[in-house]
């Protein structure tokens, strides 16, 4: 496949963009952490949270989403999934779609006293456990209904000797996969990040029979894979493997899995995707206007990755492009050269790349159209 999708050109130039959030409209005075996902009927949904300040859980953080049914171009209103108070809240939204089924899942954390770094063992309803929350739709998103899956996730066996109990965990946000090919064909992944003995991890969620249940496989960390991960996206290539991409200074951190998400590689800087420490993404694409990681070889695949291209500050966020498989990311389009900060991206039904990112030092959520020719 030719790498004119992309050229090694300086700027993006987006045909549509809509600023979907804006700091202190809307009902709230802060929206943090976009997720995007396309729904088998076409339709483009975008999530994020509504919050009272920046802080993370726990807060009353509100879970929030809208939709367009003509590719981005317009919007619906603002939709309430879920509704925080006091101190419980929902937040850190991640999409995922299930094309044989239609499903939307939106994966995502609730808590009380206690967020990511304080959180407990354990999976009783004490005020100190976080808990891992699934809200789902079968109407194209405009209902939704919701699970807690914390138990599925945290009661597990160990996978390395002397593993420590987990006590923080929470959906990577943006955007889960479905597996398309090969012996683990229409699995659906979603990436988490962990705490485990007072270390960041991450690792695979994944279910073979349509999200009635939940498998969390191995937890990739510092001693067992040769670096500390954080938030991380997954991609499925050509060949069967899935490649993850985790946020790290002062490059991202890349793996791959065999085994759909059961286990990992050891963990390797991506030379090529200088990062800050900041939530970006990993999107599979092929040659037809279809959804991320279901791509035909015949088509010739490629991986988009999007972050900040910048080792110490959130600016700069940056379209990258890679045709093997990511072992190098040659061609780039700055998509935002000033403050920017979290972002991930799909493949619309018109044959654009579409990318939701935070912009202006967290003060607005943007859309933004991008063409793929």
């Not at 699934?134 to 699970?147: A, E, I, K, M, V």
């Not at 597990?156 to 006590?167: A, K, L, N, V, W």
């Not at 040769?226 to 490059?251: C, F, M, W, Y």
């Not at 695949?301 to 990311?329: E, I, K, P």
């Amino acid at each position: 496949m030719t790498s004119h999708v992309f050229q090694p050109v300086t700027a993006a130039e987006p045909d549509v963009e809509h600023v979907l959030a804006v700091r202190g409209t809307g009902g709230y005075r802060q929206y943090r952490i976009p997720a995007l996902a396309v729904s088998r009927q076409g339709t483009l949904l975008a999530a994020y949270d509504g919050r009272p300040n920046l802080d993370d859980l726990p807060n009353p953080i509100d879970l929030l989403l809208r939709r367009s049914t003509d590719h981005g171009r317009t919007w619906g209103g603002q939709q309430v999934v879920r509704t925080g108070g006091g101190l419980n809240g929902f937040g850190d939204p991640s999409l995922l779609v299930d094309v044989e089924t239609g499903r939307i899942f939106m994966f995502h954390a609730a808590g009380t006293h206690a967020g990511y770094f304080e959180a407990v063992a354990g999976v009783a309803p004490d005020d100190d456990v976080q808990h891992c929350d699934l809200s789902f739709s079968d109407d194209d998103g405009l209902t939704w209904q919701h699970r807690r899956i914390t138990a599925q996730l945290k009661l597990r066996p160990p996978t390395h000797p002397g593993e420590p109990d987990i006590t923080g965990i929470f959906a990577a946000a943006g955007q889960g996969i479905q597996i398309h090919a090969g012996p683990f064909r229409g699995r659906l992944v979603q990436q988490f990040v962990v705490l485990a003995g007072g270390g960041i991890m991450a690792a695979s969620a994944y279910s073979d029979d349509h999200g009635d249940s939940w498998t969390l496989g191995e937890l990739i960390g510092a001693r067992t894979h040769g670096h500390a991960p954080n938030e991380n996206k997954v991609a499925a290539l050509q060949d069967g493997r899935i490649l993850l991409h985790s946020r790290g200074t002062p490059r991202r951190l890349a793996a791959t899995s065999d085994d759909g998400g059961a286990t990992w590689s050891a963990l390797r800087p991506v030379e090529d995707l200088p990062d800050p420490g900041d939530n970006g993404s990993l999107v599979r694409f092929d040659g037809l206007p279809s959804l991320p990681s279901l791509a035909d070889d015949a088509t010739g695949s490629w991986l988009l990755a999007t972050n900040n291209h910048d080792t110490a500050l959130r600016r700069n966020t940056v379209l990258s492009l890679s045709t093997d498989n990511g072992s190098s990311w040659p061609a780039k389009r700055v998509l935002c050269p000033g403050s920017s900060a979290y972002s991930t991206a799909a493949r619309l039904r018109d044959g654009n790349i579409g990318v939701l990112y935070e912009r202006r030092g967290y003060r607005e959520i943007v859309f933004a159209s991008v063409p793929a020719g």
